[in-house]
């Protein structure tokens, strides 16, 4: 089947989720990259991870959602097709898959988008923006939507990374051109309900947050070097406030959106010379104010904030290229120098206060982090090592080990996805589940 051309996604309906114990949507079920009542290995056996299965996929970034025992995920296949794959949780067997044929090739090629899973319906998008609306049961297409095509832009140079974002009555849907930044369609049509005003260019996806007592689509952007957050009411697309600041050095690439710390306090992190920002909400006379109260220099390339507890966590990385050019040298990597701004893994207070940062050792690349009770897992970006991390006042890894079979590649970045005792990984050419279920207690 024929798909229409580029667009850019970002979905938004009010349906009905699956229970918080699946993963069913980017950043989890609370959005926040979080299950606070997680409970999860604190070791590996001594051979490392126990890898339940692994199947292989073609390169990509694509992360995975998780529900009722069965793993969605996006691949693209010989730069010919979008595919969505239906895997079983316990044991990696295809269940099912849905193809849509778009030739074609993508700066970092391959999928970006984490499937939304509902009730009845899947939510995906491909890197030139086709919005795919596919039937759980029957397995068969509701809708395609081509957003570059019905708002006459131009995806941004990497591809589109946007993820279906489940918010009121409508699909949220994001063409970022010059006069449109998000759009509301019909989830029953396509039908475009409103449009919002513009948000930049942007390779990220909206999010829905709760702000001052009030919920809000909140997305990042950037304009002729100047950095763009704006937030807008998600039942008309009213512009709600729009926070800008200009970038010292060179052109921004939107991808990571904020992390909530509070009722009126978010981290924004970014990289490309955007840092990381402490930013606080206000209303005054009836209009939201944003102001800045603290400005770190190091920003997240890919992945937000985390916040476990008290604490909020940056995936930085240390100088990815440096470090990448050293390996395939086969060389060690310099530690940075003793003036050197915080990098690798950083911990701060949630008033951006640093208290910890890694650098090399380790940097962990950039990966994905994400919080099981209190136990922070990560995937290290540059090589796919699992870590177990204990969160506190000083780095202290719990354990460690290798998971993908294959060489993984570069730039492991896919979003990680965890339910039911199991961690699902991606490389640049496998899916991998690892059980990371807590050791039953004696005698049971």
């Given at each position: 089947?024929?798909?229409?051309?580029?667009?850019?996604?970002?979905?938004?309906?009010?349906?009905?989720?699956?229970?918080?114990?699946?993963?069913?949507?980017?950043?989890?079920?609370?959005?926040?990259?979080?299950?606070?009542g997680?409970?999860?290995?604190?070791?590996f056996?001594?051979?490392?991870?126990?890898?339940v299965?692994?199947?292989?996929?073609?390169?990509?970034?694509?992360?995975?959602a998780?529900?009722?025992?069965?793993?969605?995920?996006?691949?693209?296949?010989?730069?010919?097709?979008?595919?969505?794959?239906?895997?079983?949780?316990?044991?990696?067997?295809?269940?099912?898959?849905?193809?849509?044929e778009?030739?074609?090739r993508?700066?970092?090629?391959?999928?970006?988008?984490v499937?939304?899973?509902?009730?009845?319906?899947?939510?995906?998008?491909?890197?030139?923006?086709h919005?795919?609306?596919?039937?759980?049961e029957?397995h068969?297409?509701?809708?395609i939507?081509?957003?570059?095509?019905?708002?006459?832009?131009?995806p941004?140079?990497?591809?589109?990374?946007?993820?279906?974002?489940?918010?009121?009555?409508?699909?949220?849907?994001?063409p970022?051109?010059?006069?449109?930044?998000?759009?509301?369609?019909?989830?029953?049509?396509?039908?475009?309900?409103?449009?919002?005003?513009?948000?930049?260019?942007?390779h990220?996806?909206p999010?829905?947050?709760?702000?001052?007592?009030?919920?809000?689509?909140?997305?990042?952007?950037?304009?002729?070097?100047?950095?763009?957050?704006?937030?807008?009411?998600?039942?008309?697309?009213?512009?709600?406030f729009?926070?800008?600041?200009?970038?010292?050095?060179?052109?921004h690439?939107?991808?990571?959106?904020?992390?909530v710390?509070?009722?009126?306090?978010?981290?924004?992190?970014g990289?490309?010379?955007?840092?990381?920002?402490?930013?606080?909400?206000?209303?005054?006379?009836?209009?939201?104010?944003?102001?800045?109260?603290?400005?770190?220099?190091?920003?997240?390339?890919?992945?937000?904030?985390?916040?476990v507890?008290?604490?909020a966590?940056?995936?930085?990385?240390?100088?990815?290229?440096?470090?990448?050019?050293?390996?395939?040298r086969?060389?060690?990597?310099?530690?940075?120098a003793?003036?050197?701004?915080?990098?690798g893994?950083?911990?701060m207070?949630?008033?951006?206060?640093?208290?910890?940062?890694?650098?090399?050792?380790?940097?962990?690349?950039?990966?994905s982090?994400?919080?099981?009770?209190?136990?922070?897992?990560?995937?290290?970006?540059?090589?796919?090592?699992?870590?177990?991390?204990?969160?506190?006042?000083?780095?202290?890894e719990?354990?460690?080990?290798?998971?993908?079979?294959k060489?993984?590649?570069?730039?492991?970045?896919?979003?990680?996805?965890f339910?039911?005792?199991?961690?699902?990984m991606?490389?640049?050419?496998?899916?991998?589940?690892?059980?990371?279920?807590?050791?039953?207690?004696?005698?049971?």
């Amino acid at each position: 089947m024929k798909a229409p051309a580029p667009l850019f996604l970002a979905c938004s309906v009010f349906l009905t989720l699956p229970l918080p114990a699946d993963w069913p949507r980017f950043r989890g079920p609370h959005g926040d990259n979080s299950i606070p009542g997680a409970e999860v290995a604190r070791s590996f056996p001594a051979h490392g991870p126990k890898v339940v299965w692994s199947v292989d996929v073609s390169e990509g970034y694509g992360g995975s959602a998780i529900v009722d025992g069965k793993v969605f995920a996006m691949d693209r296949v010989d730069q010919e097709k979008d595919v969505l794959l239906c895997l079983d949780l316990a044991d990696g067997k295809e269940l099912w898959r849905w193809e849509n044929e778009v030739p074609g090739r993508i700066n970092h090629p391959g999928s970006r988008s984490v499937p939304t899973v509902t009730a009845d319906a899947i939510y995906c998008s491909s890197g030139f923006g086709h919005v795919y609306c596919i039937d759980r049961e029957t397995h068969e297409t509701r809708w395609i939507v081509d957003v570059a095509k019905d708002f006459k832009v131009q995806p941004p140079r990497f591809g589109y990374s946007i993820h279906p974002v489940l918010a009121g009555d409508f699909c949220i849907v994001a063409p970022t051109s010059e006069e449109v930044g998000l759009a509301a369609l019909d989830p029953e049509t396509g039908k475009v309900a409103w449009r919002s005003k513009p948000v930049g260019e942007s390779h990220s996806s909206p999010i829905l947050a709760k702000l001052l007592g009030r919920e809000m689509l909140v997305m990042p952007g950037s304009r002729n070097g100047t950095l763009m957050l704006t937030g807008f009411d998600p039942k008309d697309g009213t512009q709600l406030f729009q926070y800008t600041e200009k970038l010292s050095r060179g052109r921004h690439n939107a991808i990571p959106n904020i992390c909530v710390v509070g009722k009126d306090r978010v981290f924004f992190t970014g990289g490309y010379g955007q840092g990381t920002q402490v930013l606080d909400f206000a209303e005054k006379d009836g209009a939201i104010e944003v102001t800045k109260s603290h400005n770190l220099a190091t920003g997240a390339t890919i992945h937000p904030v985390l916040k476990v507890g008290d604490q909020a966590y940056l995936s930085a990385g240390n100088d990815r290229r440096g470090r990448r050019r050293n390996r395939d040298r086969g060389q060690e990597s310099p530690a940075p120098a003793a003036d050197a701004p915080p990098s690798g893994l950083i911990c701060m207070k949630l008033d951006g206060e640093v208290l910890w940062s890694t650098g090399s050792q380790p940097g962990l690349g950039g990966g994905s982090i994400i919080n099981l009770g209190g136990t922070i897992v990560s995937q290290d970006g540059d090589d796919g090592t699992l870590r177990l991390l204990e969160p506190g006042p000083t780095y202290r890894e719990l354990a460690a080990g290798k998971v993908f079979s294959k060489e993984p590649g570069r730039e492991l970045w896919a979003p990680l996805a965890f339910a039911d005792g199991h961690l699902v990984m991606r490389s640049q050419h496998q899916i991998a589940c690892v059980d990371l279920s807590a050791p039953k207690p004696a005698g049971d």
